[in-house]
């Protein structure tokens, strides 16, 4: 019995938020984006009631909100931000530059939309534009997973040099109440620690070039580096899961794999869409039908090999992308295909469905209509689920 | 004695870059750091001295350097500001330990693509010296015209031509802008007067908040003159009144070096390639709204000193 936790009712961004105020991250530079302000709103509050000691620096951009996290991370701190949408694309090019330098700065996001037209609403478009940034990206289904994975997700960061995005579904999540369980804060404390950075530039003993000039002869060593740390995250994460449930009693893996076992037709979803689908497949299950759902919870590094082994004997398959990749598969389905394509002997059917663009909603019924499309013997192309 | 000086000013920026012949960026880095015995992060934005000073795996930096992008030299030093002073308020590091954060930066990236980010960071009263070697253009691209690039100029993006004198606009009042943002102490050097530089550092250095040096740098390639000239020809830009040396402190200006008789413009202007045009017949024109701008700024600013 784990007695170490309380529970509450939060938003999952005041989740976010309770979270950061346990892990009292030594620098916090900010900028403003809806859905992601409860966020950094509460955190402030927080700061200004003394219950954490943080250095607030009110950004006048996400550019410069993610500069700034470099600075303080490269200078040795822990380091962290929230954004969403416009302020991700406006940061995009310092990700990489965050990632490149081995900076293990933690992201808090509120997915939205990205314009033009201009939408304030939740969908993954943002967090799916900057994948290939090179930082982890793992998805919360709620405001308990909001608040798990910002622990895990920093533990992880620190533990490899890379920084990571935690990633809620904006308003779904951000700013929907729900019960929640969070740890006493002697336990979260522990569980992420004291960060010691390997290299700083307070050292002046001992001064380190951070983000030298690398020309052919060094720069390739440098990503592929930077790939082999990325694919070894999988097998660290695994056991920073397995910490967290001890001290939790939250067992979680790199993705929920629902009624998964003997389905015959399974949906793949990332995100709060998720609790949705659950509802669908416990229904159908009472019909009869054997429907599962994985739930894609680590999206960078995808882990290619432990979702084949979950989906090896699933024939029928839709794939839920709350984004479109014009012209080309949506991501989440991209990788379905790639994951399906190193299982031997075995004929799947893939469905590609775009969701919930722009704060679109989606119903129990919308999920159950595309289980029932899995089951004809032709695929229709891509499905747009709720388009008017 | 020699070999000494030689090895306090290579103390912090080694002898080992690959700046151009006759730059004089690197007496620019080696004069500010060398007014501080404080322990120095380097801020480096992209631009030729980061370019030339840590070719990968080797670096000529003996202190604590980072190059994150060209735009955020501002942001990247409040970040930097931001965990020195988490750290004294969690004292892991001493309160009365003194760390200078120290921006190193061009014209492109302060005048033009990383104005915003100084800007954030000197409202926000970050605690840095932020230097910006002026050398009127993109050199560390080959030449294109930035905010900085006088009226008149000859560049790569600005080609003087049959229809056309150079850069139409005139250069951006970087000084003034800066000042605006209530910082404590701002200031124009010029690296042929190394001696003011060293003083104005020191001054800057010994301060807290938000402080900024403007540093006139002739660029061999761009301006078009011989390596030897650098000093002469930043001399011969104060001495026509193109580029005073003055400053800003607590509210008041102050003028560090005038003459009852500045030479004409003209002097500046015939040494350097990227006026060579101007030379021409339809040139005097130019060089008369050239001139005329320089004594409306001098005018101004001896009226600052004034009030």
Not at chain 1, 282 to 308: N, S, T, W
Request: with cysteine.
């Amino acid at each position: 019995m784990i007695n170490n936790s309380k529970k509450i009712a939060l938003t999952g961004g005041a989740a976010a938020a309770e979270a950061l105020r346990q892990i009292n991250p030594d620098v916090m530079p900010v900028y403003p984006i809806t859905p992601q302000t409860p966020i950094i709103e509460t955190f402030a509050k927080m700061v200004a009631d003394g219950e954490a000691d943080t250095e607030m620096i009110e950004a006048e951009s996400e550019h410069s909100a993610m500069s700034a996290a470099v600075g303080a991370s490269a200078a040795g701190v822990r380091a962290m931000t929230a954004s969403s949408s416009q302020g991700i694309m406006l940061m995009a090019e310092i990700l990489p530059i965050a990632s490149g330098m081995r900076l293990p700065i933690l992201m808090l996001v509120s997915a939205r939309a990205i314009s033009a037209p201009i939408n304030i609403h939740g969908d993954h478009q943002d967090v799916m534009f900057v994948r290939d940034a090179g930082w982890i990206q793992i998805f919360s289904e709620n405001a308990q997973e909001v608040y798990d994975n910002t622990l895990i997700a920093l533990k992880l960061a620190e533990k490899k040099r890379i920084p990571a995005m935690v990633i809620m579904d904006g308003f779904q999540t951000s700013h929907s109440v729900e019960n929640l369980e969070i740890l006493e804060n002697s336990a979260a404390k522990n569980f992420v620690g004291e960060y010691k950075a390997k290299n700083h530039l307070l050292d002046f003993e001992d001064p380190k070039t951070f983000g030298p000039v690398s020309l052919p002869n060094s720069f390739f060593e440098f990503k592929r580096a930077q790939a082999e740390s990325m694919d070894g995250a999988i097998g660290e994460i695994g056991e920073i899961f397995g910490e967290y449930g001890k001290i939790s009693g939250r067992e979680y893996d790199l993705f929920e794999a629902y009624r998964l076992d003997d389905a015959e037709k399974a949906i793949v979803v990332a995100g709060s869409t998720a609790g949705t689908a659950k509802v669908a497949v416990d229904e159908l299950r009472e019909q009869g039908e054997k429907a599962g759902l994985l739930k894609i919870k680590l999206f960078r590094p995808f882990p290619y090999d432990q979702v084949a082994e979950v989906l090896k004997n699933v024939g029928k398959i839709a794939v839920f992308d709350r984004t479109v990749s014009f012209g080309a598969n949506a991501p989440l389905c991209g990788e379905i295909i790639q994951t399906i394509s190193t299982i031997p002997n075995k004929k799947f059917t893939i469905q590609s469905c775009i969701y919930g663009l722009g704060g679109r909603e989606i119903f129990k019924e919308d999920i159950k209509k595309v289980f029932e499309g899995l089951s004809g013997d032709k695929i229709e192309g891509i499905k747009y689920i709720g388009l008017k | 004695m020699t070999l000494i000086v030689n090895k306090q000013l290579s103390s912090k920026l080694a002898p080992g870059h690959s700046t151009c012949a006759g730059c004089g960026i690197p007496a620019i880095a080696r004069t500010v750091l060398g007014a501080t015995d404080d322990p120095v992060v380097v801020v480096n934005v992209t631009g030729c001295l980061e370019v030339t000073s840590t070719l990968y795996p080797y670096s000529a930096w003996k202190v604590p350097w980072i190059h994150s992008a060209f735009e955020n030299g501002g942001a990247t030093a409040a970040g930097i500001d931001g965990a020195v002073k988490a750290l004294k308020k969690k004292n892991r590091i001493p309160e009365d330990k003194k760390i200078k954060v120290v921006v190193f930066a061009g014209d492109g990236g302060t005048y033009d693509i990383g104005l915003q980010s100084l800007s954030g960071a000197l409202e926000r009263q970050h605690d840095f010296l932020y230097v910006c070697y002026d050398n009127e253009a993109y050199m560390n691209t080959g030449g294109q015209r930035s905010g900085a690039t006088p009226y008149g100029a000859d560049t790569e993006t600005t080609p003087a031509g049959k229809k056309s004198f150079g850069k139409k606009e005139k250069r951006k009042d970087l000084m003034s802008i800066v000042i605006a943002h209530h910082l404590k102490y701002a200031a124009q050097a010029n690296v042929a007067y190394l001696n003011d530089l060293k003083t104005k550092a020191k001054k800057a250095l010994e301060m807290e908040g938000p402080r900024f040096l403007l540093v006139l740098q002739p660029c061999t390639n761009l301006w078009k003159f011989p390596t030897s000239q650098y000093v002469n020809i930043g001399r011969l830009a104060t001495e026509t009144n193109f580029w005073p040396l003055w400053e800003y402190f607590d509210g008041k200006y102050k003028i560090n070096w005038a003459t009852e008789n500045p030479k004409p413009l003209e002097v500046f202007l015939k040494t350097q390639g990227r006026f060579k045009h101007l030379f021409k017949p339809g040139g005097e024109k130019v060089i008369a709204e050239m001139q005329k701008e320089v004594e409306e700024n001098w005018k101004r600013l001896v009226n600052f000193v004034e009030v």
